[in-house]
């Protein structure tokens, strides 16, 4: 789930930082640039995790920026195809279910990747399996779930002009860079209160077949 990356890249260190301590200050710089940030191709950078090595600081002509040239490592988020991961249903729609994984919230199972027989409640916005024996359960929002890794869907983000409306609030937003397509139609996978519910049921059947004795009848 979570990857290694080594990134080279000149980063600048402001002015104001001059009093602190040049290691923290590059730090600092480093995850202001790359923290919660989707590199294409890579994923999703959370943390800096180490400086390999660095050159000289050179000041900016006219800026009074230091350059350095550093190449370091960043922790990023780039589960693989098949892997099984845990979140929790942020919303639902007739499309599918948006799931939530604390740093992230661009995770999507579409609506033919639930479990066989899953409707959509308009009026409750949630989506509901119907079980063979009849049955409902509920795909109810902020229950935890567990999920399989699908594909990744990259978006292109381009440069383009953001047009904005009188009140210059942005009349179309863009697309995230970067999604997970998960799945929750197998066995086992969607919320985790089914399955801990279903194991109690047999495990308490396996005790009445196995550790319980009939007392009628005895004196």
């Known amino acids: 789930m979570f990857i290694l990356t080594t990134i080279e890249d000149l980063i600048q260190i402001t002015p104001d930082q ?23 191709n890579i ?22 920026l230091v350059n350095v040239n550093v190449e370091f490592r960043m922790t990023v ?3 693989f195809q098949g892997e099984i991961l845990y979140g929790r249903i942020k919303s639902a729609s007739p499309l599918g279910i948006v799931i939530d994984m604390d740093f992230t919230s661009e995770v999507f199972v579409p609506a033919n990747a639930l479990q066989e027989n899953s409707e959509f409640d308009e009026a409750e916005s949630t989506w509901v399996w119907q079980t063979e024996n009849g049955s409902e359960l509920f795909f109810d929002r902020g229950e935890s779930v567990l999920f399989r890794v699908d594909r990744e869907d990259w978006i292109d983000q381009k440069p383009t002009l953001v047009q904005k409306d009188a009140n210059g609030h942005p009349i179309e937003e ?10 929750m139609n197998k066995s086992g996978l969607g919320p985790t209160l089914w399955w801990d519910d279903a194991e109690e049921v047999e495990e308490e059947g396996d005790a009445d077949e196995d550790g319980d004795v009939d007392m009628e009848g005895e004196e």
């Open 43 to 64: 994923g999703l950078c959370l943390c800096l995790w180490d400086i390999l090595q660095t050159s000289e600081g050179l000041i900016g002509h006219g800026t009074g």
């Open 174 to 183: 863009r697309d995230t860079a970067w999604r997970i397509i998960g799945a």
């Open 18 to 40: 001059f009093n602190r301590p040049s290691a923290q200050a590059l730090k600092d710089a480093i995850n202001t640039k790359y923290s919660n940030k989707v590199i294409q």
């Open 77 to 79: 988020f780039r589960p």
